[in-house]
């Protein structure tokens, strides 16, 4: 009797850590695809941001970005243009993750005297909506 007891708590046991495993395991899988997701949401910002400074400003050679932010208000990326992370640096602000990158790019530096026309910054909507009526 003893034998079978050790023997059923022994199948129990090794049950329940398999189905631990496959538990972490299906955790760890869905942890890849939500950073799979979340990738592909910042790489598409980030076009739409190069596309926003290249249209809306001058003399611009590279764009480097730096870093992405996390809110609760907001989500953000941060860089600087032509190698001049002191003087040239923004913040592209995204007010939450099912919107896209449009307009708004905060530039707390000298990057606004590079601006094509300060009165009016063109959206990125806008952008595409001239450059496909060019074609």
């Not at 003399?59 to 243009?81: A, L, R």
């Not at 992370?85 to 307009?103: C, G, H, Q, S, V």
Request: hydrophobic share 35%.
């Amino acid at each position: 009797m003893t034998k079978k007891k050790i023997i059923i708590t022994t199948g129990a046991f090794i049950l329940l850590l398999l189905g631990g495993y496959q538990f972490m395991k299906h955790q760890e899988n869905q942890e890849v695809e939500q950073q799979k997701i979340e990738q592909i949401f910042w790489d598409e910002q980030k076009v739409r941001i190069e596309e926003y400074i290249k249209y809306n400003f001058n003399d611009i050679e590279s764009i480097t970005f730096t870093k992405t932010d996390k809110t609760p208000m907001s989500v953000g990326i941060h860089g600087y243009v032509n190698g001049d992370e002191k003087k040239l640096y923004f913040i592209a602000p995204i007010y939450n993750e099912e919107d896209k990158f449009d307009t708004d790019l905060t530039t707390v530096s000298k990057l606004g005297k590079l601006a094509k026309n300060i009165s009016h910054f063109f959206s990125v909507t806008e952008i595409e909506e001239l450059e496909s009526e060019q074609e």
